[in-house]
């Protein structure tokens, strides 16, 4: 009875997602940041309707966002043509899908080694040696290879 119980209240705090009640955190000039704007932008540059905008927050004012954008240079667009706005404060590296790749590379090297010529335990401590450094190369790959994790910022004035 007992063992339910913490189970059920483990679970219960498991499902429950902090801050769904609360508003999106104020965006920060220096961050990464993504920017959707709506359509029929007017306060942008030629040729960037309808693009979404990566790179560095420049300056946030009450009436407008400028972005160093990494293609287009810096972009100034008023926060009444902004859709969206994500920022990121972190990234996450790979290092779990890397090991799955790395030993999958490792066991197909050797897939064509059969045991059972003059030295049976050979192709056994190959695929083990194979496997084991494809899935330590994979998981250092993995953990060097960095995705940034966007979160949704605020929009003043919404």
């Not at 979404?52 to 407008?64: I, N, R």
């Not at 083990?128 to 929009?155: D, F, M, Y």
């Amino acid at each position: 009875m007992r063992i339910a119980l913490v189970v059920t209240i483990a679970l219960g705090c498991a499902l429950v997602r902090p801050g769904l009640s609360q508003q999106p955190p104020a965006p920060q000039v220096g961050l990464d940041a993504r920017i959707t704007p709506t359509c029929s932008v007017a306060g942008a540059q030629a040729n960037t309707r309808c693009a979404v905008f990566y790179g560095k927050l420049w300056s946030l004012s009450a009436d407008s966002v400028s972005i160093r954008d990494y293609e287009r240079g810096t972009q100034r667009l008023a926060w009444s043509h902004v859709q969206a706005l994500s920022v990121s404060r972190r990234s996450t590296g790979h290092a779990g899908t890397g090991v799955l790749v790395g030993a999958a590379v490792g066991a197909l090297v050797l897939s064509g080694c059969k045991d059972g010529g003059d030295d049976p335990g050979l192709c056994r401590a190959l695929r083990v040696v194979t496997i084991s450094g494809g899935a330590l190369l994979g998981a250092l790959l993995g953990a060097l290879s960095r995705t940034q994790v966007w979160e949704p910022a605020a929009i003043p004035g919404r």
